[in-house]
């Protein structure tokens, strides 16, 4: 079946750095991929979503500046957080909508972001 | 606007008991819904989906869940519970003729399998 391969799967880092997080689709095409973001307990909140070729659309309360997508081809979208501060430690979660079929979600296996 | 209620944050159950997890939609068109399993520090899988087609729907490891359009619920059942089923579960919707349409996903239950 189709695949979502995230990566890193953890991360620290320090205050004030970035991180980027990618998201490839294996064996098909992701012309959409959205973004989550998932507090300890708590379900998945849609950060953005991305279309390839064109800028992604945030969802109300999503600081564009700060969590940067970029989806530059149909097997890749990446998600930059600037500088980064311990409140933006969370776990994110892509996920890939298959080219032509309404209902392929797909998710990667997410990332756990630490901010020291 | 489509929306999920998933009622009992956490739910225990004995091994080899039955699985209930209640989820009701809000939904202005026909949706389709979901139900994913997450396991600790892990993405989400999904267990089943409905299409529009058979109401009582059945997914992997031994899941089924029926859509009840008069009760707007989309309940997940298990006749009997295993160790390996204690996870997180989300209920989603999403709807029907939309375009790149993103799920909406339901707070969570998180499942307790008690030996």
């Known amino acids: 079946g189709a695949v979502v391969s995230q990566h890193p799967s953890r991360v620290i880092c320090k205050s004030g750095t970035s991180v980027k997080i990618e998201c490839r689709s294996l064996?098909?095409?992701?012309?959409?991929m959205f973004w989550y973001r998932q507090f300890p307990k708590q379900s998945l909140m849609l950060m953005a979503t991305s279309n390839e070729g064109s800028k992604a659309t945030y969802e109300q309360g999503v600081e564009k500046d700060k969590f940067l997508i970029n989806h530059a081809s149909l097997t890749l979208s990446t998600l930059t957080v600037t500088s980064a501060h311990p409140e933006d430690s969370s776990f994110y979660i892509c996920?890939?909508?298959?080219?032509?079929?309404?209902?392929?979600?797909?998710f990667g296996s997410g990332t756990r972001l630490t901010v020291v | 606007a489509q929306s999920v209620t998933q009622l009992g944050s956490h739910v225990s159950v004995s091994e080899g008991a039955l699985v209930l997890l209640r989820c009701n939609y809000s939904?202005?068109?026909?949706?389709?819904l979901f139900w994913y399993v997450q396991y600790p520090n892990q993405g989400l899988q999904l267990l089943l989906k409905?299409?529009?087609?058979?109401?009582l729907v059945k997914g992997i490891n031994g899941f089924e869940a029926e859509f009840k359009k008069s009760e707007t619920s989309f309940h997940l059942t298990k006749p009997s519970a295993h160790m390996s089923d204690a996870a997180e579960y989300f209920c989603?919707?999403?709807?029907?003729?939309?375009?790149?349409?993103?799920?909406?996903f339901g707070t969570g239950t998180r499942l307790t399998v008690i030996p």
């Open positions: 996920s890939a909508r298959l080219t032509g079929e309404w209902d392929g979600y797909t």
């Open positions: 989603a919707v999403s709807e029907i003729f939309a375009g790149a349409n993103n799920l909406f």
């Open positions: 939904s202005s068109v026909p949706p389709y």
């Open positions: 409905y299409t529009s087609a058979a109401t």
């Open positions: 064996d098909f095409q992701a012309t959409t």
